[in-house]
């Protein structure tokens, strides 16, 4: 079964920084560019950062610039975002997404709840 | 940056209606539009990719069109189970800001 799982969410103050991971299984994760995507409550669908196959190409949203840093183990098929310097605005469910060539983001994870608050 | 604008950002239907959104891009994406739908507590589910293309396992009733900036979803005949959020999104990258189908 193809399957994206999303941790390492928590309650953190603002200021301060958390690690995401993503666990890819089913589908062979080195072919596939992954995504960070996350939605604040009761708000839309926001893109936050993307990573190419082989790690060395990344693009993030302009609100996570210099903050965020999306990286990948491939060999342990697994996805980071990296979270520094943390804000209340940041407060979130953060998805990981599989990025297809041709379907584009066709596969997602259940979700992580990241809260900033004091 | 491409903007990516829904309308409307909700409306309320019945069983069995056809129900059209629409999407349009602050300048030309090509086909790059895809359509998802979300419902509360879940994560978004890929309906329509390339603009057209029906995601595998998606009913019929869904279909998708435009090219260039302006994009249509549309739900030809509404079922229970559709009442959700729908999002497009430049494939890859940004989205729009969604529309709830309500009853």
């Known amino acids: 079964e193809v399957q994206l799982v999303e941790s390492g969410g928590g309650l953190v103050q603002p200021g301060g920084s958390l690690r995401l991971s993503c666990a890819a299984s089913?589908?062979?994760?080195?072919?596939?560019?992954m995504h960070w995507v996350r939605q604040a409550p009761g708000k839309g669908l926001v893109w936050v950062s993307r990573?190419?196959?082989?790690?060395?190409?990344?693009r993030y949203a302009d609100s996570v610039k210099g903050r965020f840093t999306v990286s990948r183990d491939n060999a342990k098929n697994t996805l980071y975002l990296q979270m520094n310097s943390l804000r209340a605005e940041d407060t979130a469910v953060y998805y990981c997404a599989r990025g297809d060539a041709r379907f584009g983001m066709d596969v997602w994870g259940q979700g992580t709840t990241v809260t900033v608050s004091s | 940056d491409i903007q990516m604008t829904q309308s409307p950002s909700s409306l309320s239907a019945s069983i069995g209606d056809r129900v059209t959104i629409s999407c349009r891009a602050s300048?030309?994406?090509?086909?790059?539009l895809s359509w998802f739908q979300q419902k509360p507590g879940k994560a978004p589910k890929l309906l329509i990719y390339?603009?057209?293309s029906l995601q595998s396992g998606v009913p019929l009733r869904f279909s998708g069109s435009g090219s260039g900036t302006d994009f249509t979803l549309t739900i030809s005949s509404l079922q229970p189970e559709d009442f959700a959020t729908y999002y497009c999104q430049q494939t890859y990258s940004t989205f729009g800001g969604g529309t709830r189908v309500e009853i």
């Open positions: 390339g603009a057209s």
């Open positions: 990573i190419n196959n082989d790690g060395d190409n990344t």
């Open positions: 089913g589908f062979t994760y080195t072919s596939y560019w």
């Open positions: 300048q030309s994406i090509s086909n790059y």
